[in-house]
C-alpha cells in the first residue's frame, strides 16, 4: 500500500538501499569531469581515476593504455557492485534487479546475430557483449539463419522467451529484419517491466512507471526518426511503439505520420515534458538529440533518490553508472585521437 513503505521495506531492502545509496555517492562529479577533460594521455585519464572508486580496477593496467581497457574495467566495477545486491536480494527484489539487465541481453543477441551476418568471428562478437546480458547458450546464436529457428534452438531457454512471440517469423535475417526484432524485443521488455513495476505498487510503481515511460517516449521519438526514408510502412512503425507513456496513444498516431525531424519536433513539443529538449535544438537538427535526451534521464534518475523506501533507485544508479562510462569512453577517445575540442559534445554532467 502505498504510504506505508517504511513499515516493512527496510526488513530486507534496507540494507541493499544503503548499499546503493553508497555507491551512488562514489559517482564522478563535475570537478572530476573537469579534471579528466584536461589530461593529455589516456594514462593521465588512469591517474585522476586512480584517487576514485575506479582506482583497484586499473592500477595493474600496464602502459600504454586503450580506450577498450578503460571502459572494460569500469564496466567490470559496475557487473561486481550488480552481482553483489543481486547475491544479497531476496524476492521481489531480486527479480526487479535481474529486469535490468534484459535490455544487455537483447543487445546482445543483435550484436551476435548482425556479426554473424556479416561473417564476424564469434569469439570477436562474444567479447564485444556486455557482461551484464550474457547468458549460457548465447555463442550458439551464430547457427541461427531465421527467427524461428533462433528462438528454438537458442532463446527458448532464456528470460527473453516470452518477448520473441511477436517477432517469431520464418523470414531470413536481413539488417532491416534485426532492427524490428530489436525494436520489438525492447517494446515487449518495457511493457513487461512496466507491467511488473505496477504489480509491486507504491513509491517503486509510481517512480519506475515515469522512468519507463521516459525510456518508452524517448524509444518511440528514435524509431520515428531513424525509419524516415526506410521502407519500414507506417503501420510496422506503429507497431513498435509501447503501450504505455506520456505519448501514448495520440502521440504515437502523430508520429507515426511524420516525414522528417521538424515534423517529430511539432509533435513533441505539444508536450510540455519534452518542450525543452527540443527547444534547445535548431531546425532540422538531430545530432544533439540523444545528448538531450541523456540530460533529462539523468535529471529523472537523480530525482528518484531524494524518495526512500522504493527499489526505483538501483535502476537509477545502474542508469547513472552506465552514464558515467558511455562519458569516460568519449573522453578518453577524444583524448586518444587529439580530439580535445570536441570533449564537451558529448558529455553528459551527472552532478
Not at 570537478?31 to 589530461?39: E, R, V
Not at 522528417?260 to 529538449?277: L, T
Not at 529523472?300 to 552514464?323: D, I, K, N, P, T
Request: glycine fraction near 6%; include cysteine; charge should be negative.
Amino acid at each position: 500500500m502505498y504510504g506505508f513503505e517504511a513499515m516493512t521495506f527496510n526488513i530486507h531492502g534496507g540494507y541493499l538501499e544503503a548499499i546503493v545509496r553508497g555507491h551512488r555517492s562514489g559517482l564522478l562529479t563535475a570537478a572530476d569531469y573537469n579534471n579528466l577533460c584536461q589530461c593529455e594521455t589516456l594514462d593521465d585519464i588512469k591517474m585522476h581515476l586512480s584517487a576514485t572508486e575506479y582506482g583497484p580496477y586499473l592500477q595493474n593496467e600496464p602502459s600504454p593504455l586503450h580506450t577498450t581497457t578503460i571502459v572494460e574495467k569500469c564496466t567490470l566495477k559496475l557487473v561486481d557492485e550488480y552481482k553483489h545486491m543481486l547475491c544479497q536480494a531476496t524476492e521481489p527484489l531480486s527479480t526487479f534487479l535481474q529486469y535490468i539487465t534484459y535490455g544487455h541481453m537483447i543487445d546482445n543477441v543483435v550484436l551476435i546475430v548482425t556479426g554473424t551476418l556479416h561473417e564476424r568471428d564469434v569469439q570477436e562478437l562474444l567479447e564485444k557483449c556486455h557482461p551484464l546480458g550474457m547468458f549460457d547458450s548465447i555463442a550458439t546464436l551464430a547457427v541461427a539463419q531465421n527467427m524461428r529457428e533462433l528462438y528454438r534452438l537458442v532463446l527458448v531457454d532464456t528470460p527473453l522467451a516470452p518477448y520473441f512471440s511477436e517477432c517469431i517469423t520464418s523470414e531470413d535475417l536481413d539488417d532491416m529484419n534485426i532492427e524490428i526484432m530489436r525494436n520489438t524485443l525492447y517494446k515487449a521488455y518495457l511493457e513487461d517491466f512496466y507491467q511488473f513495476c505496477q504489480k509491486l505498487g507504491g513509491a517503486t510503481a509510481e517512480i519506475m512507471s515515469d522512468l519507463l515511460a521516459f525510456e518508452a517516449d524517448r524509444r518511440a521519438v528514435n524509431i520515428t526518426i531513424n525509419s524516415i526514408g526506410t521502407e519500414l510502412t507506417r503501420e510496422d512503425r506503429r507497431k513498435l511503439y509501447s503501450s504505455f507513456g506520456l505519448l501514448y496513444p495520440y502521440g504515437h498516431e502523430e508520429l507515426a505520420v511524420c516525414e522528417d525531424i521538424d515534423q517529430v519536433r511539432g509533435v513533441m513539443e505539444k508536450y510540455p515534458a519534452y518542450q525543452h529538449i527540443f527547444g534547445k535544438l535548431s531546425y532540422g537538427e538531430s545530432q544533439m538529440l540523444d545528448k538531450a535526451f541523456y540530460e533529462e534521464e539523468v535529471k529523472r534518475l537523480c530525482l528518484s533518490f531524494e524518495q526512500q523506501f522504493h527499489y526505483g533507485v538501483f535502476f537509477a544508479y545502474m542508469r547513472l553508472r552506465e552514464q558515467e562510462i558511455r562519458n569516460l569512453m568519449w573522453i578518453s577517445e577524444c583524448v586518444a585521437q587529439n580530439q580535445k575540442s570536441r570533449v564537451h559534445d558529448s558529455v553528459v554532467f551527472i552532478f
